[in-house]
């Protein structure tokens, strides 16, 4: 018999590790409007300013988000999952001696998650963000790639998250890093929700 290496582990085949995931989410397909690049739209969210919004692809709007292109450009990475009942709003600065606003083009990157609940009013959000529930990123921040905001997290304006950084408390402030395999961890959270969420089979009752 060949040699092994040492330490090796026998047996084990690892190469679908991440691949355990939790059972399907399903929807009803008529509440849900999907584009051609597989975004899932929620017929009971608001897109105010719908021209002015754009998603990549495979992001999933959930129902009672508020997403307010009106103020000024949206743009939305893949795979973004928005959770029930958040509000996108870009933020604003003044200027003009504070007799005008302007508001800013908000930015958000590819494999972001975002918790039902959550206040978003910052300039730009980077890759492989999760974003807990019931939190409030408010005007003009900056959430770096690889970042974790906790559940119930209030950012003041104009706080910068560094990358490989968790934020948290109320007020938000620093609380630790994180491993260089955020990145990788996310973005299989990220595409696992999305693939997690699959409409509702013929026949079957519709989930209350």
Do not use: W
Request: glycine share 10%; net charge positive.
């Amino acid at each position: 018999a060949p040699a092994k290496a040492p330490g090796a582990v026998v047996g084990i085949d690892l190469t679908h590790a991440l691949d355990l995931e939790e059972p399907p989410i399903f929807y009803n397909k008529a509440d849900y409007l999907q584009t051609a690049s597989g975004n899932k739209v929620s017929r009971q969210s608001v897109l105010c300013g719908s021209q002015n919004i754009t998603l990549a692809g495979k992001s999933i709007v959930k129902p009672g988000v508020i997403l307010r292109g009106d103020l000024q450009l949206l743009r939305i990475g893949k795979f973004v999952i928005i959770g029930d009942n958040s509000v996108l709003r870009p933020a604003y600065k003044k200027y003009r001696g504070n007799f005008a606003l302007l508001h800013i083009t908000m930015s958000i990157g590819d494999y972001v998650t975002i918790g039902p609940r959550t206040v978003i009013s910052a300039s730009s959000i980077g890759n492989c963000v999760d974003i807990g529930e019931d939190c409030v990123v408010s005007k003009r921040c900056i959430i770096k790639d690889n970042a974790v905001i906790l559940s119930g997290t209030v950012l003041p304006p104009d706080t910068v998250v560094p990358p490989l950084t968790v934020f948290g408390g109320n007020p938000g402030r620093y609380l630790g890093d994180l491993p260089e395999s955020t990145s990788v961890l996310q973005r299989h959270h990220a595409t696992a929700a999305y693939r997690r969420f699959q409409p509702l089979p013929k026949g079957a009752p519709i989930p209350k």
